[in-house]
């Protein structure tokens, strides 16, 4: 049962446990932080399902509606976000790969990667929020641009607000993942990981496929909902 | 369990314990100790308590005349503030934050939870959610009620809806953490031998209880999280204006709200089961049947919200479909019920505090249980809802159930917490006035509900004015009986008599390590060979 409190700035020694005291075993660690980390992605997995649930209701009720606003969405950014993340997730794994080898300078390249593929992400992300805020396409907000299909401009407010909850939900979880990625690189820095202990590498890895599984379901059923009729 | 120890109150100096064992606020306010922070939220928890009820004061005084004291608005929002902080920052956090929280670890056989700094950070999201409600309050409250109801709470409601809503928000995070790692806890960190079949049913109870915090409050989350956009850019998808549906605010937020039901009484029906079967020195009658009916009240509570919303808009089939769900929630309760007084049978019942409680709750928590099926059947609902009844009904399951089993908890655990024991007397004398002010408060509001008096209004006709003089005499006196634990509680933390490790000569782990118990709970990780609730003849234990 090895105390691993290490005094700030010095240099643990490679191949460090860190197993805290209240555990008897590091297998019992790594199994309480896997299981701990499954569970918190599904309280995720039902946050996210509030969301599912009301566009599914709303989607069954106002099909056209909903179908008619495809056209607005730009398919081309919304794939390409969908490329760039397919990417960091495959980075990710990378990184998690290069710990558990103990292999440093890899594991730093990865992350530093991940974290770009993400922030690539939130920029054109942002260049679609902008668009839309410029085409007068934000329920509520600035609503003016619905113009092709005045039809179903009440309607297509709902989709629309749907839209910038669910991509925004998900942005503000890539936003905090970027933030445990720079934490994970201090301490990759740091040489904190090895073969005996990367946790929080796989835990937070496990946490940025959630968010990009997220996204790959909302690609489909908010940007190609007309393409599929 | 041979290690038993004797009563012995004078040996003990002070002796090192979690308590003593370091000083100054830093070592509180930074603690990772899960007996530590369950103390920080026992003395949140019960402000919060006194702060709704303060509210519950206030409206009782305003029912005292059929016309009312205070205006409408002023009423509307001392029953919804009463609700928002009974509910989400009373009831939810009440037994699974402190008791559970103290315990589970040492119950197990644990030096502590699996995420102590995740246990601490839930703490301060609900002092954080706290201050939010209390900000709400003191800038003049939410006339919503505590269910938030769309599209009032969205559009046409002028109170402090944003910051009530946040500040449940964030105890809600605070709640899923507690509840994740109650999870991890029990399925990791159980010492060698203590199987899932010898778990205490107090540990069986919070489990299920995690789970439901782990499902639920979520969903939940989402749902003030849409409420709020929707309030901040005037449309949205509850908006009936660009289509929206008000009622699929209420579906999601009884997907939560109704389950949260069941956090607010499945712990403490596991503190029940602890309390009958040690002051009854029986082991506990059907320990598979209590412990999986906790299970079976955790899965079937995701099935029966729909029935908050018979009369607001369900098709005739959901309806019955949803009736007949919730008639099948009675059945696990029941079991629960019947083997607890199926321990008591033939057992050697002494009656103390504690168990005064757990009388309390089985009668109460009956009475409560059985009204529910009342207003789970279609046909008798249409008449009571919106009643008086079901302000009742869900009292004796709430305060009748969860605050009994609380308070029942507390005496048979404050040895543990403390090391110090509370005066007898007072303690079966507040047992006693607790029981009469609770049945003479809620007790004449069945009889209103069922003569139609509706709930949530500031007058009524004089004729109910008897019966509302009745509830606000017994609130009064409620309150008096919540007030003397209070005090005999912080007397005893100085003068109580030392408790020593087994004041009840009462099975399970947490009663052979030394009172308070130390940082880690065990010098040496216990070894686990028997069953819970092996109780014998008391002489054998205490001698």
Known sequence: MAETVVPAGTEPAVEEVHLRHHFATPAQQMDAATLGMWTFLITEVLFFGGMFASYAVYRNMYLDAFASTSQYMNVVLGGTNTAVLICSSLTMVLAVRAAQLSNRRHLILFLILTMIFGVAFLVIKGFEYHAKWVEGLVPGLHWSGYTEHPEFAYHAQILFFLYFCMTGMHALHMVVGIGLLTFLLVQAYRRVFNANYFAPVEMIGLYWHFVDIVWIFLFPLLYLIGHRR | ?543
């Open chain 2, 1 to 543: 369990m041979a290690t038993l120890a004797q009563r012995s109150p004078e040996v003990e100096a002070e002796e090192v314990n979690y308590l003593n064992v370091e000083h100054g606020w830093k070592s509180w306010l930074l603690t990772t100790d899960h007996k530590r922070i369950a103390v920080l939220y026992i003395i949140s928890i019960t402000l919060m308590f006194f702060v709704g009820g303060l509210m519950a004061v206030l409206f009782r005084i305003n029912l005292l005349v059929p016309e009312g004291l205070f205006s409408a608005e002023t009423y509307n929002r001392l029953f919804s503030m009463h609700g928002i902080i009974m509910v989400f920052f009373f009831l939810v956090p009440s037994i699974p934050a402190t008791l559970a929280n103290f315990l589970i670890p040492i119950m197990v056989g644990a030096k502590d939870l699996a995420f102590p700094r995740i246990n601490l950070l839930s703490w301060y999201l609900y002092i954080a959610g706290a201050l939010l409600a209390i900000y709400a309050v003191v800038r003049g409250g939410v006339d919503t009620g505590w269910t938030f109801y769309a599209p009032f709470s969205t559009t046409y409601s002028n109170s402090y809806v944003l910051a009530a809503a946040f500040g449940v928000f964030t105890a809600g995070f605070s709640s899923i953490l507690t509840g994740l790692n109650f999870i991890v806890t029990v399925h990791k960190m159980r010492a060698p031998g203590m199987t899932w079949s010898r778990l205490p049913l107090f540990v069986w109870s919070n489990y299920a209880t995690g789970l439901i915090q782990v499902l639920g409050t979520p969903v939940l989350a989402i749902t003030l999280l849409l409420l709020a956009f929707e309030r901040i850019a005037h449309v949205g998808i509850f908006d009936p204006n660009i289509g929206g549906d008000p009622i699929l605010f209420q579906h999601l937020f009884w997907f939560y709200s109704h389950p949260a039901v069941y956090i607010m009484i499945l712990p403490g029906m596991g503190v029940i089961s602890e309390i009958v079967s040690c002051f009854s020195r029986k082991r506990i009658f059907g320990y598979n049947f209590v412990a999986f009916s906790s299970m079976a009240i955790a899965v079937l509570s995701f099935v029966v919200w729909g029935h908050h919303m018979f009369i607001t808009g369900e098709s005739m089939y959901t309806g019955l479909a949803f009736s007949i769900l919730s008639f099948m929630v009675a059945v696990p309760s029941a079991i629960k019920v019947f083997n607890w007084t199926a321990t008591m049978y033939k057992g050697s019942v002494s009656f103390d505090t504690p168990m005064l409680y757990a009388f309390g709750f089985i009668g109460l928590f009956t009475i409560g249980g059985l009204t529910g099926l009342h207003l789970a059947t279609l046909g008798t609902d249409i008449a009571t809802h919106g009643t008086y009844f079901v302000v009742a009904h869900f009292h004796y399951v709430m305060v009748g159930g969860m605050v009994m089993a609380f308070m029942g908890g507390m005496h048979f655990w404050w040895p543990k917490i403390t090391g110090r024991m509370y005066p007898e007397a007072w303690s079966k004398f507040a047992a006693l006035i607790v029981f009469i002010g609770f049945n003479l408060t809620f007790f004449p509001q069945f009889i209103l509900g069922y003569l139609g008096m509706p709930r949530r209004y500031h007058a009524y006709p004089p004729e109910f004015q008897a019966l509302n003089v009745l509830s606000s005499a017994g609130a009064s006196i409620l309150g008096i009986g919540y007030v003397i634990p209070m005090v005999y509680f912080i007397w005893s933390l100085k003068n109580g008599p030392r408790a020593g490790k087994n004041p009840w000569g009462a099975a399970g782990l947490e009663w052979q390590i030394q009172s308070p118990p130390t940082t880690f709970n065990f010098d040496e990780t216990p070894v686990v060979t028997e069953e819970a609730y092996n109780y014998g003849p008391l002489e054998e234990i205490v001698g």
